[in-house]
């Protein structure tokens, strides 16, 4: 099921920027039962164009949820042993609160009048809903990319709440690459004619050409040379010749731009620069004194971290950094890194043994937590 939830104005969602988010919105969606003792609760945490529809057909696009791999009865991520919830960010655009809410002063679209969140807000208004359904306690919370980011800091910010963990090819940190790739995206959209500085929802505007444009940038960097060469090489696009013109000559340029055309049917270009900005500001070390062990001190929570070995864009460097702080820490931590070469994406993809780890590692935790065996 989908639902959403208004918190009274006098329950506010602290910001990191020191600002307050009233009244907070939060949209969500569930699969699976949640048991008597409420101990079989997973939190699943979406990357950056996900929203909360991780399984079963997306009310928008039609097409499978981001995670239908993983998620669903049998599957590694069981509905028939799980409570699985999914919520949209705060900052996002399908029903959470976010830059496209309309401010009952006026009537106008928030805009770039909406506060700047941080990974941290995204996962405190999380924890706002938890309580908000009574859960106590995760038996697990995973994500891959921003979504990694959110698993690492419920880790670090509510360690007794958290059972295990499966951040996927994620950092701790955001590079200066990453950052730069964002603002590429973000100036895009800005640039756009159509954005008029974030208030296009009362211009009666939409800047899609530079929020395609940042979608097709972004959309490279989760895919790999080979993946790319793979699938499209130097093929041409529905011709025999070159047209010596600006067209789609190629199946990768027509690919890209049918990429960035359908995003902008379902996001938020406003979202967009919200969302990366979250990214972008996200460093778990810097809030223990730049020391990441630090941010898992004593902590009983249970780790499996997962890397790609042709992404690029969140390379296993990046996770061995967090395998490394989690062992000083003394943590319970497991490391694997999949080969395969489609990128970034792969966490999303179809990696048999991605499958067989996880499933692994899920059904290992829930027997130690008491919620019996899995599929033999």
């Known amino acids: 099921m989908g639902e959403s939830y208004t918190f009274p104005a006098d329950r506010p969602l602290a910001l990191d920027s020191g600002e307050a988010l009233a009244p907070l919105t939060i949209a969500w969606k569930t699969y699976g039962t949640l048991n008597a003792q409420k101990s079989n609760a997973f939190l699943l945490c979406h990357a950056l164009t996900g929203d909360q529809y991780a399984a079963g057909v997306h009310p928008v696009t039609g097409k499978p949820g981001w995670w239908s791999s993983m998620v669903g009865p049998g599957l590694p ?4 042993r799980f409570f699985v919830i999914c919520a949209n960010v705060v900052g996002g655009c399908m029903g ?3 830059p496209h809410d309309i401010n009952p002063a006026n009537g106008a679209q928030l805009g770039l009048s909406f506060p700047v969140i941080t990974i941290r807000d995204m ?6 809903l938890l309580d908000h359904l009574g859960i106590e306690s995760l038996f697990c919370v995973a994500g891959g990319s921003m979504g990694g980011m959110q698993v690492l800091q419920w880790a670090a ?4 709440r958290v059972y295990s963990a499966l951040p996927l090819a994620t950092a701790a940190r955001h590079s200066a690459q990453n950052i730069a790739f964002h603002e590429v995206g973000r100036q895009a959209i800005m640039a756009d004619p159509e954005w008029n500085a974030g208030d296009y929802f009362a211009k009666g505007t939409n800047p899609s050409k530079g929020l395609a444009v940042a979608r097709m940038a972004a959309h490279i960097t989760y895919l790999s040379e080979a993946a790319l060469h793979r699938k499209f090489g130097r093929n041409l696009q529905n011709r025999e010749a070159l047209s010596y013109r600006f067209d789609a000559d190629f199946q990768v340029e027509s690919y890209l731009r049918h990429q960035g055309l359908s995003f902008v049917d379902r996001f938020d270009a406003n979202s967009y620069l919200y969302i990366t900005r979250a990214m972008d500001y996200f460093d778990l070390a810097a809030d223990y004194g730049g020391v990441l062990a630090q941010a ?3 902590t009983k929570t249970r780790f499996c971290i997962a890397s790609f070995t042709s992404d690029w864009l969140f390379p296993t460097t990046e996770s061995k950094k967090i395998v490394h702080a989690l062992n000083a820490a003394g943590a319970n931590v497991s490391f694997v890194e ?3 070469d489609k990128g970034h994406d792969a966490f999303l993809l179809d990696v048999p043994e991605m499958f067989q780890t996880l499933r692994g590692f899920i059904d290992a935790a829930a027997q130690a937590r008491g919620l019996g065996a899995g599929r033999v």
Do not use: C, K, W
């Open 77 to 80: 991520i069981d509905t028939n």
């Open 157 to 160: 910010s509510y360690p007794e």
């Open 96 to 98: 959470s609160s976010g």
């Open 296 to 298: 898992f001190r004593n």
């Open 338 to 340: 999949f080969e395969t």
């Open 123 to 128: 996962v405190r208004a999380q924890a706002l």
